[in-house]
């Protein structure tokens, strides 16, 4: 029954792969989610403090990832609070299965599409057309509100077709029509895949929008052409984001369809769960993503007074001493 109802492919569930596990494994792994929450926290407030400082807050990159943080956080305890629905009795019901499913899938598709919106704007500051217009901060907040609304409205359905399972057990299921099912399927791919593709032509543009202009003067072929080299050399590390958050994906869409409505192996059900956790790996390393790795949001986070806390300066203490402080400035 589960499977007739929720193992579609890409609209897999958590609830339909704990179930499949015994009560202490179900204890384990939501221990695990609670974990993940716990660290998500951690970082989603360091990135939240970082661009919530002034400098950072007056510049649309800082609005978008100020937004990230929070929905990011948002995402984590949505994820938490459905993992404990299968241990807790109290949290299931037809109510709390349309709002806790439903939140937890518009926050996780609005975060991966704000991050596109920050390699957009890193891209057009270089073009002067459109640099001012984009360096508007109220145009970020506006943009920010209305890819939440946008998302929402994508994903309305999920509020009318998960019901309690109705045989008893606690678990929340999806029953879609075929088209709804087709539409599903269709939202979650375009979801992940044109953030994906934005990420990384952006940050290609960006990288060749550099070279070009360092050679312009020369009007060189040869020159460009080295510059471009060296250019891919030392902004090579701005496609961890976008690869981190498609690789994180992959394995729960991979092993979804291949392992949809057939009898697992005791390591198959094991292996299920722990991809559809990897896959909220974005929503947890925002911090690692995007503030380590940047000498100026880096800076900013130190004069804060979080980072004198004891986890942090023992992590920039790591950093001096293995050499690994950035010395490139990503506004």
Request: glycine content about 2%; proline content about 2%; overall charge positive.
């Amino acid at each position: 029954r589960l499977c007739q109802f929720t193992d579609d492919g890409l609209s897999f569930t958590l609830h339909s792969a704990l179930l499949r596990v015994d009560y202490a494994y179900q204890i384990i792994y939501c221990s695990v989610v609670f974990l993940i929450f716990i660290f998500g926290a951690i970082t989603n407030c360091a990135t939240f403090i970082t661009f919530n400082r002034s400098n950072l807050r007056s510049t649309s990159v800082g609005i978008y990832l100020l937004f990230y943080a929070m929905i990011s956080q948002l995402t984590l305890l949505s994820l938490l609070l459905k993992s404990l629905q299968v241990l807790l009795d109290f949290l299931i019901d037809d109510t709390l299965c349309k709002i806790i499913s439903y939140l937890l899938s518009i926050t996780l598709r609005c975060s991966l599409w704000l991050i596109s919106w920050v390699a957009i704007v890193r891209v057009v500051y270089i073009r002067v057309l459109f640099s001012t217009l984009f360096k508007n901060v109220y145009l970020a907040v506006k943009i920010s509100f209305m890819t939440l609304i946008i998302v929402a409205s994508m994903d309305i359905h999920e509020l009318f077709f998960y019901v309690k399972d109705p045989s008893g057990q606690s678990a929340c299921i999806a029953h879609y029509p075929s088209i709804v099912s087709m539409y599903e399927r269709v939202t979650v791919i375009l979801h992940h895949t044109i953030p994906f593709c934005i990420q990384i032509l952006s940050i290609t543009g960006l990288i060749i929008l550099a070279a070009r202009s360092r050679s312009r003067a020369t009007n060189n072929s040869e020159t460009f052409s080295r510059y471009l080299q060296r250019q891919f050399q030392i902004q090579k590390e701005m496609y961890i984001v976008p690869l981190v958050v498609i690789i994180s994906g992959l394995p729960q869409s991979i092993f979804s369809f291949s392992f949809s409505c057939i009898e697992l192996s005791s390591w198959q059900k094991h292996l299920l769960i722990l991809a559809y956790l990897f896959a909220y790996a974005p929503q947890s390393l925002g911090f690692i993503l995007f503030v380590l790795p940047s000498s100026s949001y880096l800076k900013e986070f130190q004069a804060t007074s979080l980072s004198k806390t004891f986890i942090f300066r023992f992590i920039l203490t790591e950093l001096k001493k293995n050499h690994l402080v950035p010395t490139t400035t990503v506004t």
